[in-house]
């Protein structure tokens, strides 16, 4: 929330009621051009069934964001097909600290099995450990 607003991006804060019906959900994302947004998966996945007229509308939707939850590569490919305008980006935290520590963005130039969590922000290391607490290899699940 504070990143844009240190940027000088106005924010769009969103009742409960309009979150929850998917097509006022559009309607107002359309009609007050938002050009960035964080979604869990699920949320985007009630999006993406919306008809192809409906998502036109959000041209001006670059930026997507999905965290809090793990997204599926199924859902990737389904978002770059639909909405190929657009950039999707999987945010990864840690949810016990409400923390964004990793991000990765998905491209339609590759097949994707599964999103992977990515990069480390800025000022912040990953550590991927196996069962045993050992560090895990780079590029190894």
């Not at 590569?73 to 389904?78: D, I, K, N, Q, V």
């Not at 305008?85 to 600290?97: D, M």
């Given at each position: 929330?504070?990143?844009?607003?240190?940027?000088?991006i106005?924010?769009?804060?969103?009742?409960?009621?309009?979150?929850?019906?998917?097509?006022?959900?559009?309607?107002?994302?359309?009609?007050?051009?938002?050009?960035?947004?964080?979604?869990?998966?699920?949320?985007?996945?009630?999006?993406?069934?919306?008809?192809?007229?409906?998502?036109?509308?959000?041209?001006?939707?670059?930026?997507?964001?999905?965290?809090?939850?793990?997204?599926?590569?199924?859902?990737?490919?389904?978002?770059?097909?639909?909405?190929?305008?657009?950039?999707?980006?999987?945010?990864?935290?840690?949810?016990?600290?409400?923390?964004?520590?990793?991000?990765?963005?998905?491209?339609?130039?590759g097949?994707?099995?599964?999103?992977?969590?990515?990069?480390?922000?800025?000022?912040?290391?990953l550590?991927?450990?196996?069962?045993?607490?050992?560090?895990?290899?780079?590029?190894?699940?």
């Amino acid at each position: 929330m504070f990143s844009p607003l240190l940027r000088g991006i106005p924010l769009v804060i969103l009742d409960d009621t309009t979150v929850r019906d998917v097509s006022a959900l559009l309607d107002t994302l359309a009609r007050a051009n938002v050009t960035r947004i964080v979604v869990v998966p699920s949320l985007l996945r009630e999006i993406l069934q919306q008809d192809g007229a409906r998502l036109q509308n959000l041209k001006s939707l670059k930026r997507w964001s999905c965290s809090g939850e793990a997204l599926s590569g199924a859902l990737a490919r389904e978002f770059l097909r639909k909405l190929p305008w657009a950039r999707l980006y999987n945010i990864y935290g840690s949810t016990e600290v409400a923390a964004d520590a990793s991000f990765h963005a998905l491209r339609s130039d590759g097949a994707i099995d599964r999103a992977p969590i990515g990069r480390p922000l800025s000022n912040f290391r990953l550590y991927v450990l196996d069962e045993r607490l050992r560090p895990v290899p780079l590029g190894l699940p």
